[in-house]
């Protein structure tokens, strides 16, 4: 009886092992854009395993999305800017006027930070405020959480946002690349998006 209890167990652990980790997908597979499809102008490749946006001729802007749609999920990314940079994680996009971001930008009105959850036409539904936890010149972590209209994003492990908003429920995952000439600069480099379903 023992015995059968333990073998029980130890398949119950293995199950949960191989179900985390095949639970997280990797968006980016580090080679190609396999999975991706790109809006507007600004240059999308991959350099050193990395996944890099800037902007394309004449400060032109533009979108990298996910073919695929998501809705409830944690996503996890992995990156590092160079500034000056207005760029984010667009998640649950349907369209420019329906999408979530959390950005990747210094903002001076109001001013807030890299963390902090866009939504268009609502503006900023939630503000980082505080620089202190950006690492400017190296690599960050933005964790989203999206569950029914519960959104939660955190930057290096501080939690910056904890809001309800019920503008979409769904839609694409992706990146921005910002327009101007004062973004001329941007670069936005990826080295890692993991995705978990909820």
Same mark, same amino acid.
């Given at each position: 009886?023992?015995?059968?209890?333990?073998?029980?167990?130890?398949?119950?652990?293995?199950?949960?092992?191989?179900? /985390?980790?095949?639970?997280?997908?990797?968006?980016?597979?580090?080679?190609?854009?396999?999975?991706?499809?790109?809006?507007?102008?600004?240059?999308?490749?991959?350099e050193n395993g990395n996944l890099v946006g800037t902007q394309g001729a004449n400060n032109a802007p533009g979108d990298l999305f996910t073919t695929e749609t998501y809705g409830d999920f944690l996503a996890t990314l992995t990156?590092? *800017?160079?500034?000056? /940079?207005?760029?984010?994680?667009?998640?649950?996009?349907?369209s420019p006027r329906k999408a979530y971001q959390a950005d990747i930008l210094e903002y001076k009105n109001p001013v807030c930070?890299?963390?902090?959850?866009?939504?268009?036409?609502?503006?900023?539904? *939630?503000?980082?405020?505080?620089?202190?936890?950006?690492?400017?010149?190296?690599?960050?972590?933005?964790?989203?959480?999206?569950?029914?209209?519960?959104?939660?994003?955190?930057?290096?492990?501080?939690?910056?946002?904890?809001?309800?908003?019920?503008?979409?429920?769904?839609?694409?995952?992706?990146?921005?690349?910002?327009?101007?000439?004062?973004?001329?600069?941007?670069?936005?480099?990826?080295?890692?998006?993991?995705?978990?379903?909820?």
């Amino acid at each position: 009886m023992v015995r059968r209890i333990l073998v029980v167990l130890c398949l119950t652990v293995v199950m949960l092992f191989v179900g /985390c980790s095949v639970s997280q997908e990797k968006l980016f597979n580090g080679r190609d854009l396999t999975g991706w499809e790109t809006s507007g102008e600004a240059r999308w490749f991959v350099e050193n395993g990395n996944l890099v946006g800037t902007q394309g001729a004449n400060n032109a802007p533009g979108d990298l999305f996910t073919t695929e749609t998501y809705g409830d999920f944690l996503a996890t990314l992995t990156y590092r *800017a160079e500034w000056p /940079c207005n760029s984010g994680l667009w998640f649950r996009y349907q369209s420019p006027r329906k999408a979530y971001q959390a950005d990747i930008l210094e903002y001076k009105n109001p001013v807030c930070y890299s963390g902090t959850l866009y939504c268009p036409g609502k503006m900023f539904l *939630a503000m980082n405020e505080d620089k202190s936890i950006v690492d400017r010149e190296g690599w960050n972590t933005i964790k989203v959480r999206a569950e029914g209209d519960h959104l939660q994003v955190w930057i290096n492990g501080h939690q910056v946002a904890d809001v309800h908003d019920d503008s979409t429920d769904s839609g694409k995952i992706g990146f921005q690349v910002h327009p101007g000439d004062q973004f001329g600069p941007m670069k936005i480099v990826v080295r890692e998006l993991l995705l978990k379903p909820l």
